[in-house]
């Protein structure tokens, strides 16, 4: 998603709903590809039924309504001109007409839509009613919730099985952050890739279980997972996770099932953010287990909160550094730094890395402490896991590796290897910051398709050994958004595999993509031996820290990031911004 939008023409929908009699100051914002007419529309009605005709707050209610549409909570009246101004072209910046920021300030705190709910202004934000109402809620179920008892457990048995579940030095943190959870009634685990989230999370689960056989009780798990994809990766990984436990307590989490955050909840086909399970009918789970928490947004963390039971155990698992939710939050930082200094702080962290070379664990970390010089030294060096392609002219870079991947697929999908293909995909991804553009998604997958037709002489359609991403949940198929499959020759014609053994004819298939390539966003939650990085031009506003840190960290063996000095010390040096003031919301409560 780009900061701004180019009208495709004059009669751009974007522009052209634009109501009449708007001030010149909102269409301004307009022209300049800022506020869509949709935003203005939204502020000018709530200024119309509220008794606001000022533009100044007008333009305060539209730019708010654009900030949700790009993942923030609210406005910084005093931040949005220079942050805006950052994205606009050379020619446009300066020519906005942005108002004083004390004055402005002062106009919106003394308007009408204020004194009747409609927006607020607190935590240095401007909130619209919806989103206030939802941080102040989250604030206020969590700080319950820290200071919430739990039944004691019995320390003798926990102790014991600490030791046995997680046994020595090399497991210490693991072991203390563990038996931590097992005392609070919320636990907030982070910890980057490899530091044994997982691991953590399936020991927890036997010392949790070992504690309710101990009074007598069975405990119900509900695991989940803001999408299908990770929901699917977490039950994968606790049962790979149980194979390391001792015999005897591997039964104690196998056969978990994992679902999305909106199963869990409760689904309602009548209402996108409302769940079966609320506060006055609340899940039954003794424990919820959430991972992948820093995709979950701040509706979802809402609901999340006021379905859990209040004396159930709540863990929140996740990567405070990857990308944030595709809705607006970024609830998972402003946790662990809105709660880190808090006397019943809910957040335990792992550090240590347990399973890469030192390649990728240099470089993730490099790109969290955000030094870019670091970051280039160790893409330099030449660390075993780490190739640095340095170059503005990416294709001879990346040829050979998406080549040989995709004839690899294709020679076992003409073969009809369903399982030999589906572990090409896993072997090898690249991994763009655009869809569209020279760097993008569509423009390497049309050129890795036609890498392949030139080495095999295949230049018909048939479609065998192309790869493919399903791109929305389809329920009657079972496929769900994020899946990823094959298609491969049968003696009944081509048929798309994907990984847990399903089979469907090709045009059976409604939402789905080539994958050669897919997008650093799409990624997030899943992973692959061998991982390209395309960076993209070091201006492209897409390029931050998260974005490059979660597509190095998507790679367990091997990273090769391509592309120039200049994008990367701008992707190590651009932060997401999304102004939340849940963070501070918590910090001063
Ligand atoms: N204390 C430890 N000592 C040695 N190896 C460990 C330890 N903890 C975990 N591992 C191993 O390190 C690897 C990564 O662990 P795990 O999958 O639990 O990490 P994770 O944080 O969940 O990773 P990701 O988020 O990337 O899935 C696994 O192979 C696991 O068996």
Wanted: glycine fraction near 10%.
């Amino acid at each position: 998603m780009s900061e701004l939008f180019e009208p495709l023409d004059g009669y751009d929908r974007r522009l052209l709903g634009v109501p009449d009699g708007t001030p010149d100051e909102l269409v301004a914002f307009n022209v300049a590809g800022v506020l869509t007419a949709a935003d203005i529309h939204v502020a000018t009605t709530v200024g119309r039924l509220g008794g606001e005709s000022s533009p100044e707050v007008l333009l305060a209610v539209a730019l708010t309504v654009r900030a949700v549409r790009f993942g923030s909570v609210g406005l910084d009246l005093a931040t949005v001109a220079d942050s805006l101004e950052g994205a606009l072209s050379v020619d446009q910046r300066g020519t906005l007409p942005w108002p004083d920021p004390d004055r402005w300030r002062s106009v919106v705190a003394a308007s009408p839509l204020l004194r009747a709910g409609v927006v607020h202004l607190d935590t240095e934000l401007l909130h619209l009613d919806r989103y206030h109402a939802l941080e102040v809620q989250v604030c206020d179920d969590l700080l319950v919730r820290l200071d919430a008892e739990v039944p004691a457990p019995d320390e003798t048995l926990l102790q014991a099985g600490a030791h046995r579940v997680f046994p020595g030095e090399g497991y210490a943190e693991q072991r203390a952050a563990a038996a931590a959870a097992v005392r609070q009634p919320t636990t907030v685990l982070t910890g980057g890739p490899g530091t044994g989230k997982t691991t953590t999370v399936a020991g927890l689960l036997v010392l949790l279980r070992e504690q309710a056989e101990r009074r007598g009780e069975e405990l119900r798990v509900g695991l989940a997972a803001p999408t299908a994809k990770a929901a699917a990766r977490l039950r994968e990984a606790i049962e790979e996770a149980a194979d390391q436990l001792p015999v005897a307590d591997r039964d104690r989490v196998r056969g978990l099932e994992a679902t999305t955050l909106h199963r869990l909840l409760g689904f309602r086909p009548d209402n996108a953010t409302r769940f079966r399970h609320h506060r006055g009918n609340r899940l039954p789970h003794d424990v919820v287990l959430v991972d992948e928490t820093s995709m979950m947004s701040l509706t979802m963390t809402a609901r999340l909160l006021e379905a859990v039971r209040p004396d159930a155990r709540l863990i929140l698992v996740g990567d405070p550094d990857q990308l944030a939710s595709v809705e607006a939050g970024v609830v998972l930082g402003d946790l662990v730094a809105g709660l880190a200094e808090h006397p019943h702080t809910p957040v335990v962290g792992l550090r240590t890395v347990h399973r890469y070379g030192e390649g990728i664990g240099a470089l993730a970390r490099a790109l969290r402490a955000g030094d870019a010089d670091e970051v280039l030294g160790v893409l330099r060096a030449g660390a075993p896991g780490v190739t640095f392609a340095e170059t503005d002219d990416p294709v001879p870079a990346l040829r050979e590796a998406c080549t040989s991947a995709a004839l690899r697929m294709h020679a076992a999908a003409e073969a009809g290897d369903a399982p030999g293909a589906l572990a090409v995909l896993e072997q090898h991804r690249l991994l763009c910051a655009h869809r569209d553009g020279p760097a993008g998604v569509r423009h390497w997958n049309a050129l890795v398709e036609q890498w392949l037709a030139e080495a095999t002489g295949h230049h018909g359609r048939s479609g065998i050994g192309r790869p493919l991403l399903v791109t929305a949940n389809d329920y009657a198929l079972g496929v769900l958004n994020g899946d990823a499959g094959v298609v491969v020759a049968t003696p009944d014609g081509p048929r798309a595999f994907f990984t847990g053994g399903d089979a469907f004819a090709p045009a059976r298939l409604g939402d789905v993509d080539t994958m050669y390539a897919m997008t650093i966003h799409k990624a997030q939650g899943s992973q692959a031996a061998e991982v390209s990085v395309l960076l993209p031009p070091e201006d492209s506003l897409l390029l931050t820290r998260e974005l490059f840190y979660t597509a190095v960290t998507r790679a367990r063996e091997h990273v090769r990031v391509v592309g120039t000095e200049a994008a990367v010390r701008a992707a190590v040096e651009r932060r997401v911004q999304r102004a939340s003031g849940l963070r501070r919301r918590l910090q001063v409560s």
